[in-house]
DNA sequence: GCGAATCACTTGTCCGAACAAGTCGATGAC
DNA sequence: GTCATCGACTTGTTCGGACAAGTGATTCGC
């Protein structure tokens, strides 16, 4: 964290956390803000919008900004990566290949990873736990030119974005994603050890480099009740679009 | 839209639509942009940070922004209201009132819409359907300064939002949504027209007035297979954030 | 007393400029 | 041929200013 509007930013969002701004009250204007921090009121702009952006502000013309609410959960550790995310929440996250194996990319495969069809492509099937229960199972696709990267993780690796980042230097940049929820199929049930038809949340993503070439598409299914998902919508802007069903 | 960045944010969406800006490939830079649309290069940065924050491109200091991908659905017909999202996907919405009744506010409802327990809150039940086929169960409960204007309105109302607004100028500008998967329970089935057990996905969301004042929390349930959720996250920003399971 | 007009204040939009930080291809040394 | 260096180019950060648009409380007229 380097540029000030992010320390500002930070700033604001610990004086929400701590209550110095009450939830439904006002937020200091922004001449207030720019005064205080002593920087001009574009970078002050710049830091309540990204609190705006996240949910926890609201912004009207004319009128002051409020608070809308306090991030009870922590709101670090995303969608990236799911031992990240576990760490941050203070459990502890295993992995394990159950499958792995190198295939010819369907059509399917080629138009999310952008290659050809035919194309030698790596399947991986993991199941992933929480503090010794399992709670992900993960099928991945990995586009050929990270094949190798892969196949060289260990079976128990407990987090693959940061070993391909130690291994390689890879990052995982994009993310792309579809909730929805599905029966939990012969496979899924026996894997995750669940009855059949047990409700899953799916998760189906395609993620890319900084430079926005495919790394890989993933299809993640959460037993119920052990994660959720949360999103902020504004007037203004909507992060989440809601599509119609089809698989 | 007036704004002169909204205009050249949604004229570089119709030319990545178009195919103009091939997926993968580069944007032009910000310094051709500006001098194309005679717009200085801050106004250019407003218009590509929105595209960036919708997950169509992707930017990175000191290299080209680059095409992540072209939206194929309606990105337009968001979190807000069913029934206007059904109408832009050139579907036709229904719904119908099942249950509806005033009540005292629980200390969760108390906590959720900013009001004093014990207060009294109008709780209402709605199964809506998407042409004609059952796809969705909302719990509602509305704060009381909004129980009149909802207990008026008919109970097959197509779209509660748009009455609302129509009516009393209500606009329901912020929401807090988080996503899960659930079992059908028993009322769930047999309103929904499913088998108990049925994999639904739940969206629980609290709302709120341009002001922050909340208006009222609901529990959807979506059939599933019926409706999907799509997100775009980047390494910078996250606007859905993963969160530990809890009822 | 009550509604309409007024007005100070706040946020939204846009400009132009300067410098920092990072990328990527070309150049050159080995 | 390979690798390090360099330099043109591009995006990120920050400043300061000006005006437009909307809000909300006050004032005023009736």
Redesign the pocket.
């Known amino acids: 964290m380097?540029?000030?509007?992010?320390?500002i930013a930070e700033a604001l969002r610990e004086a929400i956390d701590r209550g110095e701004y009450r939830v439904g009250g006002?937020?200091?204007?922004?001449?207030?803000l720019?005064a205080r921090y002593?920087?001009?009121?574009?970078?002050?702009?710049?830091a309540?919008a990204a609190l705006?952006a996240e949910g926890r502000i609201g912004?009207?013309?004319?009128?002051?900004?409020v608070v809308l609410g306090s991030r009870r959960s922590q709101s670090f550790a995303e969608l990236r990566s799911f031992a990240q995310w576990a760490r941050a929440m203070g459990r502890t996250a295993t992995g394990e290949v159950i499958q792995q194996f190198r295939r010819a990319a369907t059509v399917e495969d080629a138009e999310r990873l952008l290659v050809q069809p035919g194309e030698e492509v790596l399947q991986v099937l993991r199941v992933r736990g929480l503090d010794g229960e399992s709670v992900l199972l993960e099928r991945n696709v990995y586009a050929q030119w990270m094949a190798d990267a892969v196949e060289r993780l260990p079976a128990d690796c407990e987090s693959v974005v940061q070993a391909l980042y130690d291994d390689i230097g890879m990052i995982f940049a994009y993310g792309e994603h579809v909730i929805d929820a599905v029966a939990a199929g012969a496979e899924d049930a026996r894997l995750l050890a669940i009855r059949r038809g047990s409700p899953l949340l799916r998760i189906r993503r395609v993620t890319t480099t900084?430079?926005g070439r495919p790394i890989e598409w993933s299809d993640d299914r959460y037993v119920s009740g052990t994660v959720s998902f949360a999103v902020a919508n504004s007037i203004g802007s909507n992060p989440l679009a809601r599509q119609a069903g089809q698989a």
Chains 1, 2 share one sequence.
Request: aromatic content about 0%; charged content about 30%; overall charge positive.
């Open positions: 380097a540029a000030r509007h992010e320390e006002p937020l200091p204007t922004e001449t207030e720019s002593s920087v001009s009121r574009g970078t002050v702009r710049q309540v705006t912004s009207r013309q004319g009128a002051r900004r900084p430079a």
